[in-house]
């Protein structure tokens, strides 16, 4: 095992995945070495609490896979999504030299969507009218890609692209809550890959074809999230000059309520064939929420300091029922430096950043 920093928990380092998320209606919370052969969530006993009944279960599981593409020319957020009974793909590129935000969303009905049960083999999937899309997923082999296209008020939009692993994953399941006698409960699992892209990108009729310097993250999401929610998030990947060299590089941070910052949570270092976890982070909103056109995002050791400044920003309300979601996907260009746990920093000056700032009521 590795030597870490006090600062890393024994529970941030990855350890062997179990067979199965949760066994014996108890959930594992960790960090983990291999994608998961089993994400049972649905097993887990009582996971929003005793008043919950099981017949909820379903309904309160929020489930998506994102898969991310960083280009030259912008980057894409695409995802499919189920959270209660809402289902839907997105398709969101920010174009660099526009300066400017194309986005589709493609609600369908629950027959029609399919979130994959497990990376090892399965898929996501979500056909409308007006789009199609799928992801496929072989983590054990290291590798994905996905295919689809979707057309609306922004014009046509079509994706053909190919992963394949660079780094170690990080794979972490986290607890949002406790009960009475300290045991967790609300477990969210996230696994998040970074991945060398291939392939092409078609917006109204223009082709965006991928480079040396063309990378992706996808991001796999199943969670119980309690009556009220929220978590920002923060990602940038790329080249960035290592030592001399221009070598591959990424970062994750979030904020979500893990009730235990410490020991879970799921901030990440990529470099090429290596990842370092760091310490929990904290978002300062500069100007208030709704206006915010800088965030700062640091943590109590000195070893995170970004300030990420907002161009564009993609908002997506969710006002359904008893779901109530506020929803907002920032763009823009980030400074500072994030730092491994062998004490090297790394300088992220004028990478791409794409963050999330997310609030639920459901």
Same mark, same amino acid.
């Given at each position: 095992?590795?030597?870490?920093?006090?600062?890393?928990?024994?529970?941030?380092?990855?350890?062997?995945?179990?067979?199965?998320?949760?066994?014996?209606?108890?959930?594992?919370?960790?960090?983990?070495?291999?994608?998961?052969?089993?994400?049972?969530?649905?097993?887990?006993? =009582?996971?929003?609490?005793?008043?919950?009944?099981?017949?909820?279960?379903?309904?309160?599981?929020?489930?998506?896979?994102?898969?991310?593409?960083?280009?030259?020319?912008?980057?894409?957020?695409? /995802?499919?999504?189920?959270?209660?009974?809402?289902?839907?793909?997105?398709?969101?590129?920010?174009?660099? /030299?526009?300066?400017?935000?194309?986005?589709?969303?493609?609600? /369908?009905?629950? @027959?029609?969507?399919?979130? /994959?049960?497990?990376?090892?083999?399965?898929?996501?999937?979500?056909? +409308?009218?007006?789009?199609?899309?799928?992801?496929?997923?072989?983590?054990?082999?290291? @590798?994905?890609?996905?295919?689809?296209?979707?057309?609306? =008020?922004?014009?046509?939009?079509?994706?053909? #692209?190919?992963?394949?692993?660079?780094?170690?994953?990080?794979?972490?399941?986290?607890? &949002?809550?406790?009960?009475?006698?300290?045991?967790?409960?609300?477990?969210? *699992?996230?696994?998040?890959?970074?991945?060398?892209?291939?392939?092409?990108?078609?917006?109204?009729?223009?082709?965006?074809? +991928?480079?040396?310097?063309?990378?992706?993250?996808? %991001?796999?999401?199943?969670?119980?999230?309690?009556?009220?929610?929220?978590?920002?998030?923060? +990602?940038?990947?790329?080249?960035?000059?290592?030592?001399?060299?221009?070598?591959?590089?990424?970062?994750?941070?979030?904020?979500?309520?893990?009730? %235990?910052?410490?020991?879970?949570?799921?901030?990440?270092?990529?470099?090429?064939?290596?990842?370092?976890? #760091?310490?929990?982070?904290?978002?300062?909103? !500069?100007?208030? !929420?709704? @206006?915010?056109?800088?965030?700062?995002?640091?943590?109590?050791?000195?070893?995170?300091?970004?300030?990420?400044?907002?161009?564009?920003?993609?908002?997506?309300?969710?006002?359904?029922?008893?779901?109530?979601?506020?929803?907002? &996907?920032?763009?823009?260009?980030?400074?500072?430096?994030?730092?491994?746990?062998?004490? @090297?920093? *790394?300088?992220?000056?004028? #990478?791409?950043?794409?963050?999330?700032?997310?609030?639920?009521?459901?």
């Amino acid at each position: 095992m590795k030597q870490y920093p006090e600062y890393i928990a024994d529970t941030r380092v990855p350890v062997p995945t179990p067979e199965h998320i949760v066994e014996d209606g108890k959930v594992h919370f960790g960090t983990f070495d291999a994608p998961f052969k089993d994400l049972n969530l649905l097993d887990a006993d =009582k996971p929003c609490g005793k008043r919950m009944p099981d017949c909820m279960k379903r309904g309160r599981l929020t489930e998506w896979e994102a898969f991310e593409v960083y280009m030259d020319e912008g980057a894409l957020i695409s /995802a499919v999504y189920k959270i209660g009974m809402i289902c839907f793909s997105i398709f969101v590129w920010y174009d660099k /030299a526009e300066d400017k935000i194309y986005s589709w969303r493609n609600i /369908a009905p629950k @027959k029609k969507v399919k979130v /994959a049960s497990q990376l090892v083999d399965d898929y996501c999937y979500c056909k +409308t009218k007006h789009s199609e899309y799928r992801i496929n997923n072989d983590f054990l082999n290291g @590798k994905a890609d996905a295919k689809g296209y979707t057309k609306g =008020k922004n014009g046509e939009f079509s994706i053909e #692209m190919q992963f394949e692993r660079v780094s170690p994953l990080a794979n972490g399941v986290m607890p &949002l809550a406790k009960n009475k006698d300290g045991s967790f409960r609300n477990a969210l *699992y996230s696994e998040k890959d970074f991945f060398k892209a291939t392939g092409c990108i078609t917006l109204n009729g223009k082709a965006y074809t +991928t480079n040396e310097r063309s990378v992706g993250i996808i %991001d796999d999401h199943k969670g119980y999230y309690p009556f009220h929610a929220h978590y920002d998030w923060l +990602t940038a990947m790329g080249r960035i000059d290592i030592d001399g060299e221009d070598s591959l590089f990424a970062f994750n941070l979030t904020r979500n309520q893990s009730v %235990d910052q410490d020991h879970y949570n799921e901030n990440v270092i990529w470099l090429k064939g290596e990842s370092y976890p #760091m310490p929990p982070v904290t978002f300062e909103h !500069k100007n208030g !929420k709704k @206006k915010a056109d800088e965030w700062h995002v640091r943590d109590e050791h000195g070893k995170v300091d970004i300030t990420f400044k907002i161009k564009k920003v993609f908002y997506m309300p969710i006002h359904a029922l008893v779901i109530d979601c506020y929803y907002a &996907l920032p763009f823009g260009y980030i400074s500072g430096y994030v730092t491994d746990t062998n004490g @090297k920093r *790394y300088t992220v000056d004028g #990478m791409l950043g794409i963050g999330e700032d997310k609030t639920t009521r459901m």
